[in-house]
């Protein structure tokens, strides 16, 4: 370009000192002034696409990196989720054991006292044969 210029400039001096100076020679000039140009615009243009695909490229490697840190931290959370999932079944199950071990020692702990209480009756009764019977069947009852 700048060879073209200097040419240009030189035709310029040219056609001011000569009256025989040809103008088809400057237009020739300013033809190739536009193949340079164009030139010019397809090397950008090539350039441009050339950067357009790299940052696609790195856009998809980004993606990509990305891809794999969301579902590393997925997987991350799901151990963490059956970590917390299987303590509280733990809990659960130990505190379903509680329950049924308070539950036992409530119902013998009743009928310790039902036995207590028929015994007591018992002890302050002056029974005849039925009363006896009665109390027996009572205390089956209520005991078994």
Known sequence: ??????????????????????????????????????????????????????????????????????????????RFAQAELNSLVQLGEAARTMGKSMEKAATVASKKYVEAALNSATASMNMTGTDSVLLIILKFILLD
């Open 1 to 78: 370009m700048d060879d073209l210029i200097s040419q240009f400039s030189f035709l310029s001096d040219q056609a001011l000192q000569d009256k025989n100076f040809d103008p088809s020679t400057i237009e020739d000039l300013i033809k190739l002034f536009e193949i340079e140009a164009c030139k010019a615009w397809a090397a950008v243009e090539q350039e441009c696409t050339e950067e357009e695909e790299e940052a696609q490229n790195s856009m998809s490697e980004v993606e990509d990196y990305l891809d794999t840190v969301m579902e590393s931290a997925m997987e991350e959370f799901r």
